[in-house]
């Protein structure tokens, strides 16, 4: 099997993509800095080209039934990115996540799913970076 080889490092991009990447999350502007990772999985880790391929299959069957164009329903679209992107994120860190007694809670995708839906603002950025493919092929 041909292998990528990166700075003279040979390296299983496949692996990269599922093992992850910490994504900082920053608000826009300067005033506030927030002391939270996420660890995403990459768009084209198999669990993103799963559900990927999912997703165009039921927009494929929703065309069919409908025989011809469908639109979309924004509250779906904005549940169904929140449940993508959750489903790419491995973990989180920093001091800026905590419980009512300021621990840190301890990630799920269900506190995860549950989080992000609360900050929503959050979700475009984790969204971009699951593109961003240096930032998992890094040596």
């Known amino acids: 099997m041909i ?15 599922n093992d992850g990447a910490w994504v900082r999350v920053m608000p826009s502007g300067d005033a506030v800095e927030i002391d939270l990772e996420f660890k995403m999985r990459s768009r084209h880790s198999d669990i993103g080209e799963k559900i990927s391929r999912a997703a165009i299959r039921k927009h494929q ?7 011809g164009l469908v639109f979309a329903d924004p509250d779906q679209e904005e549940r169904d990115q929140i449940d993508f992107i959750t489903a790419l994120t491995v ?3 920093g001091k800026s996540i905590a419980e009512d007694d300021g621990s840190v ?3 799920s995708a ?6 992000l839906t609360q900050e929503k603002w959050m979700v475009p950025q ?11 092929l890094q040596v």
Do not use: H, S, Y
């Open 126 to 136: 984790l969204d971009r970076a699951t593109n961003e493919d240096a930032r998992f």
């Open 61 to 67: 069957a929703a065309m069919q039934k409908a025989k």
């Open 91 to 93: 973990g989180w860190r």
């Open 110 to 115: 269900a506190e995860c799913n549950a989080f």
């Open 3 to 17: 292998k990528l080889k990166i700075g003279g490092k040979v390296i299983d991009t496949k692996e990269r993509f």
């Open 105 to 107: 809670p301890a990630f």
